[in-house]
């Protein structure tokens, strides 16, 4: 190791192009307490290939000095150990198949031997075992070293080849890769929340055992008000109906606008445009005095938007996370009497927010196999 001054470290051009940029403010407060665990490693041409994150963060911090791994690689080499250094890195799909493109190329031609890297640096990307398979290809070598099976891999990169803005969707918790790829091979006819085969009214009927689920496990004083702001053909809003004076009630959808209402509610419950979902929980958390459900997929928990924009660090806290055991079809088919729905792709939760909670939320399940058809 030695050190080099920090003006001298160029961040990798290949590493933005690869992955999302990401928050870095634990990992600022982490290097301030206690410094840098690992030196970066560096090329003989100050290209910095593990650690880009951390030389962010000291960059910001002021440092003058850093310690330093330098090693001697060709271009390909510096690809291929940047993709390895990221390896425990938390990646979006998007992320996944833009080190597929590095990594299959070396896959294919048997490149990253290089015992001195390994030496310094661990083993190199493409000399982790591969699979298990008697004659593995490249593709599985590959998904082993990004971290995801050889079947999803497959099935991301022919999403990705015919309909690449699928990449999004699936990364936003819009849909599956499993149902992206289904719909793409029954010529691509699944009814989005948005978008292009979106419902044109876009109303998808939220099961009335649903909301009854979310009554019986959570408290509500049927006395103060409640707001269903989407309320599309009034799955929700017909149970409230049930519980609630109807006078303590507002309920509306496309013919007022959810963001330009300036009226406050005691209760905010809704199923709301998967799309919008952020937008609905930022409104809400300025319109709801008390606390507000949203029925939602549970890869709602995921994803550095969410995290960053509703989960870290917020007054108006999620509190609550009530899974539903068995995933379900949300549709625009209309609503049974019985309250019976089909089974989906998706599994979804409602996710109770409270104003004032602060602390880790509390996770709880909802039995609703008895609710499928």
């Not at 509610?265 to 809400?284: C, G, L, M, Q």
């Not at 602060?358 to 609703?368: E, K, R, Y």
Request: glycine residues 6%.
């Amino acid at each position: 190791m030695m050190k080099v001054s920090v003006a001298e470290i160029k961040p990798h051009p290949l590493n933005e192009k690869i992955y999302a940029s990401s928050n870095i403010d634990d990992l600022l407060a982490s290097i301030k307490e206690q410094g840098l665990l690992a030196p970066l490693v560096i090329n003989q041409n100050n290209f910095c290939l593990s650690g880009h994150r951390r030389l962010e963060a000291i960059l910001r911090l002021g440092w003058d000095e850093v310690e330093v791994t330098r090693v001697t690689t060709t271009d390909d080499e510096a690809e291929l150990l940047l993709v390895h250094a990221n390896k425990q890195r938390v990646k979006t799909y998007a992320d996944v198949l833009n080190e597929y493109e590095i990594l299959s190329k070396a896959a294919a031609i048997g490149r990253g031997k290089r015992t001195d890297i390994e030496r310094t640096y661990g083993r190199s990307a493409v000399s982790d075992p591969p699979s298990q398979k008697r004659n593995p290809t490249a593709r599985d070598v590959v998904a082993e070293q990004v971290g995801v099976s050889s079947t999803q891999l497959r099935r991301l990169l022919y999403i990705q080849k015919s309909k690449p803005e699928y990449i999004k969707r699936i990364d936003a918790g819009e849909i599956t890769i499993n149902r992206a790829f289904d719909t793409l091979q029954n010529g691509g006819k699944y009814t989005f929340a948005h978008g292009e085969n979106r419902n044109l009214n876009d109303f998808y009927n939220t099961p009335y055992s649903m909301t009854e689920h979310l009554l019986r496990v959570e408290q509500f004083d049927k006395r103060l008000s409640v707001c269903e702001p989407a309320t599309g053909n009034d799955g929700i809003t017909r149970v409230l109906q049930k519980h609630w004076n109807p006078s303590r009630i507002t309920a509306y959808d496309r013919e007022r606008d959810f963001f330009t209402d300036t009226d406050d509610y005691d209760y905010i419950i809704t199923n709301p445009p998967f799309s919008k979902a952020i937008e609905f929980i930022h409104h809400a958390q300025q319109r709801a005095k008390t606390k507000f459900c949203l029925l939602l997929p549970l890869n709602y928990l995921h994803g550095k938007q969410r995290h960053e924009e509703v989960y870290k660090d917020n007054p108006y806290g999620l509190s609550k996370v009530y899974v539903f055991t068995r995933s379900l079809l949300m549709s625009d088919e209309p609503l049974r009497e019985d309250g019976k729905t089909k089974s989906g792709m998706l599994v979804f939760a409602w996710y109770v927010f409270e104003k004032g909670y602060s602390g880790a939320p509390h996770l709880g399940w909802i039995d609703n196999g008895a609710d499928l058809f």
